[in-house]
């Protein structure tokens, strides 16, 4: 079954630990991308990767980082973690070459940060 | 930054009624597309109309786009209590699959028995 994962889907962490949330497809899409959500605010892109080892800032990159060595895994890190990152987090793909453009989202992982 | 605005926030129905929601965005776009969210839960895919189409259809779902206004609408006809869910119109524009989409806020229905 063609699917995005996410875990952990919920995490409680304190202020300042390092935590990382993974993501990984099985559509071999060159495209991904972390978005977080807030009430009021929407989806807010948070960085995205074109391909392996290519990644660039969204709107609201600040506090986070990500990677993308594998084609099917891009994980978000938070290296010190603040209450305002408290958040609903989801992961994305699409393909490219199908030329259909239509992003496949995670279930989403729902942290407090506290 | 936010691109598409969903118009209205909330939305409430009885099953069988029709549901409209607004999308009005201020760019230029290769595409727009749907998207449904039941609650706390990842988004779905609906539909994508491409800058050159003024009207699609898919099931129960009807897209139009207005590129002169700027805006697109969602029709969902005879809906059912399984549509209540956020909706978030997207745009797209960029002319290569590797651009990234914006999404407005949503509009949330809520479609009683």
Not at chain 1, 62 to 68: I, M, W
Not at chain 2, 19 to 35: D, R
Not at chain 2, 49 to 70: A, F, P, Q, W
Not at chain 2, 78 to 84: I, L
Request: some cysteine.
């Amino acid at each position: 079954e063609a699917q995005v994962t996410q875990n952990p889907r919920y995490l409680i962490t304190v202020t300042g630990k390092k935590l990382t949330v993974t993501c990984s497809q099985n559509m071999n899409h060159e495209y991904m991308s972390w978005y977080r959500q807030d009430p009021g605010l929407g989806l807010r892109q948070i960085y995205y990767s074109m391909n392996v080892e290519v990644t660039d800032k969204g709107d609201v990159p600040e506090g986070y980082k990500v990677s993308r060595k594998e084609k099917r895994n891009f994980p978000l890190i938070l290296e010190s973690p603040s209450p305002n990152q408290t958040s609903l987090y989801f992961c994305a793909s699409k393909g490219i070459r199908t030329r259909h453009y239509e992003q496949y989202f995670g279930p989403g992982t729902r942290l407090t940060v506290t | 930054s936010q691109q598409g605005e969903e118009d209205p926030q909330a939305l409430s129905i009885q099953e069988g009624e029709n549901a409209t929601m607004n999308c009005s965005y201020k760019t230029s776009i290769n595409n727009l597309q749907w998207y449904r969210q039941n609650s706390g839960r990842g988004l779905v895919h609906l539909i994508l109309i491409r800058s050159n189409e003024r009207e699609k259809h898919s099931g129960r779902l009807r897209v139009t786009l207005d590129t002169s206004k700027k805006s697109s609408s969602l029709l969902i006809t005879a809906s059912r209590a399984a549509d209540t869910a956020s909706y978030f119109c997207a745009t797209d524009g960029g002319n290569s699959g590797y651009s990234t989409l914006t999404f407005g806020k949503g509009t949330m229905l809520l479609v009683s028995p």
